[in-house]
C-alpha cells in the first residue's frame, strides 16, 4: 500500500484531472484537481460508472477504442469536449495507459485528461485569423471582413461584445462599420454622430488619437450624452482604441463591449490592439484596391477617349496585344495579326522600317517616330507610329492616321503660298512709283545716250571713241532695266517654294538695291552692319527677300514722323547657336510694350498704308522656314525686328 | 547755253551730259544739291532729278527761289515722286524720264521765258 499512497500523492501533484479505471473502463478513482475542472463536489456521481458513458457519438467510440488500447498494452488517446456544471464548455485531451500490478499483469487503467479549451481558442483564433487575412486578399468587401474580424475577436474572450466604426473622409463623423453582435437598433442610434472630446469612447478616442477606456459607462463622463442609450441596451462598460493609418490619420475605433463594469486585463488590450491592427489593414487594403479601381477605370476612359491604335509588340514585331476604340478602322483586323510578325502582316516597305525601329527603342528611354502610308493606291492613309520601351522585352507602337492633318498641312501650304504671293504684289503695288524710277533711270539713259549718238553721227568727223563710249552705256543700261525687270518678276513670281541654300547677307542687299529708290525718295538713310562668313540659311530667295522688304517697309512707315535727318534703318546679321538673324531697327517712335506680339497678328497695323498682313505673313513665312520672328523695342528709341532662321545642316 | 544738271544716278548724269553737249551747250554736272552749293555756277539753266539724297529736287528749288537771283530750273522727274508728269510747279516745268532731246529742249525754254517773265513781273 506504501507504493499505493505514493501513487495516490504523484496523481493528487500533477495539474491534471486524473482518473483510474477498471479494466473494464469503469471510473474508480478522480484525483482532485479532475473534480476542479468538472466544477464538481465530489466524486461519488462519477464512480463506478463506465468512461465512455459520458460521451456520445463519435467521442464515445473514440473513447472506448483508447480503454481498448490501453487494455491491450498500448496507449489510447481522443478528445472531448465537455460543458462545466456552471455551463462553460471546456475541451481535454485524453490518454488512457496501462497500470500493471505486482504480478506483472495489467490490473488497472490510468485516465489523464489535460484542460486544452485556452489551446484551442488559440487555435480557433489562429484559424480565424487566417481567413480575415484570406478574406482581405481575395477582396472580399470591407463590411464582410470586419463583421468576420469582429466575430473573431469576440471568439477570443467570453462575454465580449465588438465594433468597428469607420471615420469619415471630413474627420468628424463616425459610421458604422462592423457590429454583428451588438443589437442593430443600437448600432443605428450611434451610425453619423459627431466625434468630441464626450462622445462616449470610440468617438472621443477618434478624437484625440488614443484609447479611451471606460470601466463604467453609468458613471464615466464622458458617456453624458449617450449613457441612455448604452444602458438601455445593457451595455456597461466600452474601451474603444483608434484606428491609425501608417501616417497616423484616424480611420475609425475598434471597441470592446461588457455588460458589466469592468477594466481590461494586458492580454484583452493586447487583443483591442490586435483587432484595430487588422481592422487597419482591411480599411487600407480597401482604399487601395478602390484607388486602384479608379486608377484602372481612369486609364480604361482614357484608353476609349484616344483616336489613336495601340500594339503591345515584343521586340522582334510580334503583336502581342492591340487597343483601338474602332478596330474597323484597322487595315488588318486583330485576329488576322495578334500572335504573328509584323513582317508577315504588312508589306515589306512598312514592316521593316517598324521591325528596325521597335529594336531600336526597346529597353532604351527613346521614342522612335515612323511615318508610312498603308491601304490602296485610291484611298492611301498616312500613319505615323510613335514607339516607345514598355518592357524590357516589349515596345509600345502608338499610331495615329495623320492623313487629315497631311491634307491640311498642305492646303495651309498652298494658301500660305498663295496669300504670300498676294502681300509681294500688294506690297510692290505700294512701292510702284519707286520701282518706276528703277526702270525710268535707265531708261531715260538709254534715250538720252542713243540722242546723243546720232546727234554725234551728224558732226563732219564723229568722234567714234566717244560713240563707242555712248553705245557702251547705252548695252549697260538697257541690261540695267532688264535686271530691275527680272527682279520684279521673280517676287511677283508665284511659284512652288524652292528650298536652297542662302547666304542671309545676299537677302539683305539684294532688298536694299530693290528698294533703293524708295529708301532715298523717303529720306532714309541704311546703315549695314552685315558678319561676314555667315552659315547659310536653307530658304526660298523670294519668300526671305519678301520678308525683308517688309521690314524694311514698316521700318520706313515707323519714321514717317521722324526727323529726316534721323531717319535711319540699320540691318545687322549675325549668327549664334546654330540659327542667323537678320535684324533690322527703325529710329520711329517704336511700338507700345502691349502691342509688340499683336503686330504680327492679322489685319493689325500701324501704318497708314497697306493691310496689315505684311507682318503676319513674315512670321508665317520665317515659321515655315523652322524660324521665329519678334519685335522688340530700342533702349534708345524705335523697334528692332529680329528673325531667327536656322542654320543649313550640311549634307 | 550753260546748263547744270543735278543727278545722282551716274548713269542718267553722263547720259543727259553727253546729249546736251552733242545739241552744242557747255554742261556742268552734279551728284547733289549739296555738291552744287559747295561750288555753286552760274548758268543759264539748272537740270535737276526730284529724288535726290540729302537736299531734294524741290527743297533745292525752294531754296534757289528764296535767293534773289532766280536761276532758270527744269526738274526731272521718275515718276516715282507722286507727281503729276504734265504739272509745273510755278515756273518750273517736269520733265518725265526717259524723255527725248525734244522735250528737255522745250522745258529749258519753258523755264527760261517763265523765270523772265516772273523777274519781269517785279520791279525790273
Known amino acids: ?651 | 547755253m550753260t546748263l547744270a544738271i543735278v543727278d545722282d544716278d551716274q548713269d542718267v548724269r553722263t547720259a543727259l551730259a553727253r546729249l546736251l553737249t552733242a545739241m552744242g551747250h557747255r554742261v556742268t554736272v552734279f551728284a547733289s544739291a549739296e555738291d552744287f552749293e559747295a561750288a555753286p555756277v552760274v548758268v543759264d539753266c539748272m537740270i535737276v532729278d526730284v529724288r535726290l539724297p540729302g537736299i531734294n529736287g524741290l527743297e533745292f528749288r525752294q531754296k534757289l527761289r528764296s535767293q534773289s537771283a532766280s536761276v532758270p530750273l527744269v526738274l526731272m522727274t521718275g515718276d516715282g515722286d507722286r507727281l503729276n508728269r504734265d504739272a509745273r510747279i510755278g515756273d518750273t516745268p517736269i520733265v518725265s524720264k526717259p524723255f527725248d532731246d525734244m522735250t528737255l529742249t522745250a522745258a529749258i525754254a519753258d523755264a527760261i521765258l517763265a523765270t523772265k517773265a516772273t523777274a519781269g513781273g517785279h520791279a525790273h
Not at chain 1, 489510447?76 to 460543458?83: A, I, T, V
Not at chain 1, 458617456?223 to 466600452?238: D, K, N, P, S, T
Open chain 1, 1 to 651: 500500500m506504501r507504493t499505493d499512497d505514493l501513487s495516490r500523492q504523484i496523481v493528487e501533484s500533477i495539474g491534471d484531472c486524473v482518473k483510474i479505471l477498471t479494466l473494464d473502463g469503469r471510473i474508480q478513482y478522480i484525483n482532485n484537481v479532475g473534480l476542479r475542472m468538472l466544477e464538481l463536489p465530489a466524486a461519488e456521481a462519477l464512480l463506478d460508472r463506465p468512461l465512455a458513458g459520458f460521451f456520445e457519438g463519435d467521442v464515445r467510440k473514440a473513447a472506448e477504442s483508447a480503454v481498448e488500447e490501453a487494455r491491450a498494452n498500448r496507449h489510447g488517446r481522443f478528445q472531448y469536449e465537455m460543458r462545466t456544471s456552471s455551463g462553460v464548455v471546456k475541451w481535454f485531451d485524453a490518454v488512457v495507459t496501462p497500470m500493471t500490478g505486482e504480478s506483472g499483469a495489467i490490473s488497472h487503467l490510468l485516465a489523464i485528461s489535460r484542460d486544452i479549451t485556452a489551446r484551442r481558442r488559440d487555435e480557433a483564433f489562429r484559424d480565424s485569423q487566417h481567413e480575415v487575412l484570406e478574406m482581405i486578399a481575395t477582396g472580399s468587401s470591407l463590411a464582410a471582413v470586419l463583421d468576420r474580424l469582429v466575430l473573431m475577436v469576440e471568439q477570443r474572450t467570453d462575454g465580449m461584445l465588438c465594433t468597428v466604426l469607420l471615420l469619415d473622409e471630413d474627420g468628424t463623423t463616425a459610421r458604422h462599420g462592423a457590429a454583428p453582435s451588438l443589437p442593430a437598433a443600437y448600432m443605428r442610434a450611434i451610425d453619423g454622430l459627431p466625434i468630441g472630446p464626450t462622445a462616449g469612447s470610440c468617438g472621443t478616442a477618434m478624437h484625440f488619437g488614443r484609447r479611451i477606456i471606460v470601466t463604467d459607462i453609468e458613471t464615466d463622463p464622458l458617456w453624458a450624452q449617450y449613457r441612455e442609450v448604452a444602458l438601455g441596451f445593457g451595455l456597461r462598460a466600452c474601451w474603444s482604441t483608434p484606428i491609425f493609418s501608417p501616417q497616423r490619420k484616424v480611420l475609425g475605433s475598434f471597441a470592446m463591449y461588457y455588460d458589466q463594469p469592468r477594466s481590461p486585463t494586458d492580454a484583452e488590450i493586447r487583443l483591442i490592439e490586435h483587432g484595430a491592427n487588422i481592422a487597419r489593414i482591411a480599411i487600407e487594403h480597401q482604399r487601395a484596391s478602390q484607388a486602384v479601381r479608379q486608377s484602372e477605370a481612369r486609364t480604361q476612359a482614357i484608353l476609349r477617349a484616344i483616336p489613336d491604335w495601340m500594339f503591345v509588340m515584343s521586340a522582334d514585331g510580334v503583336f502581342l496585344d492591340c487597343h483601338a476604340r474602332d478596330t474597323s478602322k484597322l487595315v488588318v483586323p486583330p485576329a488576322a495579326f495578334l500572335g504573328r510578325n509584323i513582317r508577315d502582316v504588312l508589306p515589306p516597305s512598312v514592316a521593316e522600317p517598324l521591325a528596325q525601329a521597335f529594336m531600336r527603342v526597346c529597353g532604351t528611354d527613346n521614342e522612335a517616330k515612323v511615318e508610312y502610308t498603308l491601304g490602296s493606291e485610291a484611298d492611301e492613309r498616312i500613319y505615323e507610329a510613335s514607339i516607345v520601351s514598355c518592357d524590357h522585352d516589349r515596345v509600345l507602337s502608338i499610331v495615329r492616321d495623320m492623313t487629315d492633318r497631311k491634307r491640311a498641312e498642305l492646303d495651309a501650304d498652298a494658301n500660305r503660298r498663295e496669300l504670300a504671293h498676294l502681300s509681294r504684289v500688294a506690297m510692290l503695288g505700294e512701292m510702284s512709283g519707286t520701282l518706276a524710277h528703277e526702270l525710268s533711270q535707265p531708261l531715260a539713259a538709254v534715250l538720252s545716250n542713243a540722242q546723243a549718238a546720232r546727234l554725234m553721227l551728224d558732226h563732219a568727223a564723229p568722234d567714234l571713241e566717244q560713240l563707242r563710249l555712248t553705245l557702251d552705256d547705252i548695252i549697260r543700261n538697257d541690261r540695267r532695266a532688264g535686271a530691275v525687270i527680272d527682279r520684279l518678276r521673280a517676287l511677283l513670281r508665284k511659284g512652288d517654294i524652292a528650298l536652297q541654300p542662302i547666304d542671309p547677307n545676299d537677302v539683305v542687299k539684294d532688298v536694299i538695291d530693290l528698294a533703293y529708290g524708295e529708301l532715298t525718295s523717303r529720306r532714309v538713310a541704311v546703315r549695314s552692319d552685315l558678319s561676314s562668313g555667315l552659315p547659310l540659311v536653307l530658304g526660298d530667295r523670294v519668300q526671305l527677300q519678301q520678308v525683308v522688304l517688309n521690314l524694311l517697309l514698316n521700318g520706313c512707315d515707323a519714321m514717317n514722323a521722324t526727323p529726316a535727318s534721323d531717319r535711319q534703318l540699320t540691318f545687322s546679321t549675325a549668327t549664334h547657336d546654330g540659327s542667323v538673324e537678320i535684324a533690322v531697327s527703325d529710329r520711329g517712335s517704336g511700338i507700345p510694350s502691349d502691342q509688340l506680339e499683336r503686330v504680327f497678328e492679322p489685319f493689325v497695323t500701324f501704318r497708314e498704308q497697306g493691310l496689315g498682313l505684311g507682318l503676319a505673313i513674315s512670321r508665317s513665312i520665317v515659321t515655315a522656314h523652322g524660324g521665329s520672328i519678334r519685335a522688340e523695342n530700342n533702349a534708345d528709341g524705335g523697334a528692332t525686328f529680329r528673325c531667327q532662321l536656322p542654320v543649313a545642316q550640311r549634307g
